[in-house]
């Protein structure tokens, strides 16, 4: 069997679904670092199911930054330079 450590998550436009079975597992999960980022008028997945993604995360002990952007379903600049910050830090 293989393991592999995972050192964090980056979540790109990402939403909340199937919170019923997400729940449970992220008690495993306290103080988790994870990025996250989502466009305010993303056509595809509504922010607001972001931001409610965020929130569990939180709420569950996970250790993370939402960065909201206005924009749609894409990566901006910040998202690129806020991430890099990230996979910099958590894998110094």
């Known amino acids: 069997i293989n ?4 050192s964090g998550y980056v979540c790109y436009s990402g939403t ?3 919170q019923d079975h997400i729940v449970p597992l992220l008690e495993n999960c ?8 989502h466009g305010k008028s993303d056509p595809i997945l509504g922010h607001d199911y972001a931001v409610a993604q965020y929130d569990l995360f939180r709420y569950a002990g996970l250790e993370g ?6 924009g749609a ?3 901006p600049p910040i998202v690129i330079e806020k991430s ?4 910099n830090k958590i894998l110094a």
């Open 16 to 18: 909340l679904v199937g």
């Open 65 to 70: 930054e939402f960065v909201s952007f206005d």
């Open 73 to 75: 379903h894409e990566i």
């Open 30 to 37: 306290k103080k988790f670092p994870f990025i996250q980022s």
């Open 84 to 87: 890099s910050e990230f996979l």
């Open 3 to 6: 393991i592999v450590k995972i």
